[in-house]
């Protein structure tokens, strides 16, 4: 302690110490400073980013292309094919004639559709609406093909890497369908910038956003102004392909991103009425990527943009893909006039079983003279008739929750062909009428349920 004592009393070594404080200090001011500088540097860049005309129509940065704008498409811009162009046209799309007939193919041709997002889900769609006969697309997205593109984004190659995605698609399409009307918009979606964006009377939009405030301004929007679309949830981390499905968003279920999705925009108003593809696949099997040491002191600083997601979500490739060609499908077949009835949700054993337990119940009370109680429906059979031949909905009210079978007509034997999907509280109504269904149910009522009764019996002697 004396020598250490005697050391430090000694002004040289004073003078030591005190310029290796006054060095570090120096120097922590310095990097602070520097940390600082970047910082503000990053949210300067990227302010000044979102405010360039970049995010206009403009894409020069983004492609290898040196027009200054891109060609404006709506529903009414005209396409011109010679007679030699038609006619292999429609021969390119001779299996589709066969399925659509030549009103609904009419019908789809002369449509005008929207896309917003172009990555791995909306150029899948975007694609298949191309090659099944829509010619005139405009493709909304401000990012560009990477490499990590390639494991998803349909037109993606290692020659387009580093143009933007939207570019890289009118290349693909412009191959397939030279006559195509195809508007590649390099621009950021907001609510600002929607009036412009999603303009030109679209017959449908379709949202392949990932970032969550974007897409909820898309629907919000779209609702607002009667524009139909429909939404796809989150594909990333999923695996399983038979738990994609197309439902109401407020039928939706296991999904995070659709009950974030849901639960906001209940609080602007909007309970129902979107379509939305997602998977009911539990989640859990994988977590995004965690983020490095550096990223975790300011992780803002390493988004794309301001708002946007930081950490990498792990994506298998063949899922975005199944989500853009249900959702392409799916608009296929409404522009065509061939709609289809999406059942809201499959695989629901428990509630099958629930289904039959309440129906034994409600067999056990009809008397012996009308053949009950007696009831030889299985588990699968009540899932039978509540998904295939009522869609998962009360053939009364359309609704999809609290649900029950009962017979249709009680002097009737309970068969596929003679049981009915209601409410409970329908159901418990249904149960104690004294007349006839007729003398009941409106005529419309009726006459939709005896269809599907009658299509159920028809189909039955196939069986």
Request: hydrophobic share 40%; charged share 25%.
């Amino acid at each position: 302690m004396e020598r250490l004592s005697r050391v430090f009393s000694d002004s040289r070594m004073q003078l030591v110490a005190t310029a290796i404080v006054a060095s570090a200090t120096t120097a922590g001011v310095m990097w602070g400073a520097r940390r600082s500088r970047r910082r503000k540097h990053a949210r300067d860049l990227k302010r000044d980013t979102l405010d360039s005309t970049l995010f206009d129509s403009d894409y020069d940065m983004l492609s290898d292309s040196n027009s200054a704008k891109t060609e404006v498409v709506d529903k009414h811009t005209p396409v011109l094919l010679t007679p030699n162009e038609e006619s292999l046209f429609q021969e390119q799309l001779a299996r589709h004639y066969a399925f659509f007939g030549q009103n609904g193919m009419a019908s789809l041709r002369d449509s005008f559709v929207i896309v917003v997002g172009a990555g791995g889900v909306g150029s899948w769609a975007a694609m298949m609406l191309l090659r099944s006969g829509v010619q005139r697309i405009r493709i909304i997205d401000f990012d560009q093909v990477t490499l990590s593109s390639l494991n998803r984004h349909v037109a993606a190659t290692r020659a387009t890497v580093g143009i933007s995605k939207v570019e890289a698609l009118k290349r693909s399409f412009l191959e397939i369908a030279p006559h195509a009307k195809v508007e590649a918009r390099v621009a950021l979606f907001s609510a600002a910038t929607a009036p412009s964006l999603l303009s030109g009377e679209p017959d449908y939009v379709l949202d392949c956003i990932d970032n969550m405030n974007t897409k909820l301004e898309l629907l919000n929007y779209c609702r607002n102004n009667d524009l139909q679309v429909i939404s796809a949830m989150g594909a990333g981390m999923k695996s399983d392909p038979s738990r994609v499905q197309i439902a109401d968003i407020g039928d939706t279920f296991e999904d995070p991103m659709s009950r974030a999705v849901r639960r906001r925009l209940k609080a602007l108003g909007i309970q129902s009425g979107i379509k939305v593809v997602y998977s009911s696949e539990k989640p859990g099997k994988v977590q995004l990527l965690s983020l490095s040491e550096s990223q975790k002191e300011e992780p803002g600083d390493f988004s794309v943009l301001p708002e946007f997601r930081v950490r990498i979500v792990p994506v298998l490739g063949t899922m975005p893909a199944m989500f853009g060609i249900a959702m392409g499908t799916h608009v296929l077949t409404e522009l065509a006039g061939f709609p289809t009835e999406p059942l809201a949700i499959k695989g629901r054993h428990a509630l099958y079983a629930r289904l039959q337990r309440d129906l034994g119940n409600r067999e056990y009370t009809i008397s012996a003279e009308h053949g009950g109680p007696q009831l030889q429906m299985s588990t699968d059979d009540c899932g039978y008739i509540l998904e295939e031949i009522w869609r998962g909905k009360s053939a009364i009210s359309g609704a999809t929750d609290k649900l029950a079978l009962t017979r249709w007509r009680r002097s009737l034997p309970m068969t596929t062909s003679n049981c009915v999907c209601m409410t409970k509280a329908e159901a418990d109504k249904h149960d104690k009428l004294d007349c006839a269904p007729e003398e009941y149910y409106s005529p419309e009522t009726v006459q939709f349920i005896e269809r599907r009764l009658e299509e159920e019996k028809h189909l039955s002697t196939m069986r």
